[in-house]
């Protein structure tokens, strides 16, 4: 069977707001809680959550980054075609 991952994510247009919220997370702030406030896509509803996917299904810097995460880990700013990810790997 596939290798599958569950991750959240916050999704910006700019980069400065990316830094901005890689910032408050740094410094102890809430992932689900930032990605209500900030995100700009859909899964804000429900804290950034992604559910679970397999390899070939996100887009390439995307499914990279997340899949070189540990559970819990939360990655740097990832640029993709829709914007600016800051992305936890949640299971």
């Given at each position: 069977?596939?290798?599958?991952?569950?991750?959240?994510?916050?999704?910006?247009?700019k980069e400065s707001v990316a830094k901005q919220v890689?910032?408050?997370?740094?410094?102890?702030?809430?992932?689900?809680?930032?990605?209500e406030e900030y995100s700009i896509d859909g899964s804000?509803?429900?804290?950034?959550?992604?559910?679970?996917?397999?390899?070939?299904?996100?887009?390439?810097?995307?499914?990279?980054?997340?899949?070189?995460?540990?559970?819990?880990?939360?990655?740097?700013?990832?640029?993709?075609?829709?914007?600016?990810?800051?992305?936890?790997?949640?299971?």
């Open positions: 069977m596939a290798e599958k991952i569950r991750c959240a994510h916050i999704l910006v247009e890689l910032e408050k997370l740094n410094n102890g702030g809430d992932f689900a809680k930032l990605a804000r509803r429900r804290g950034g959550d992604l559910g679970f996917f397999g390899r070939g299904v996100m887009v390439k810097e995307f499914e990279n980054a997340s899949f070189a995460l540990k559970p819990g880990e939360v990655s740097g700013i990832v640029k993709t075609q829709f914007g600016y990810h800051i992305i936890k790997r949640l299971a």
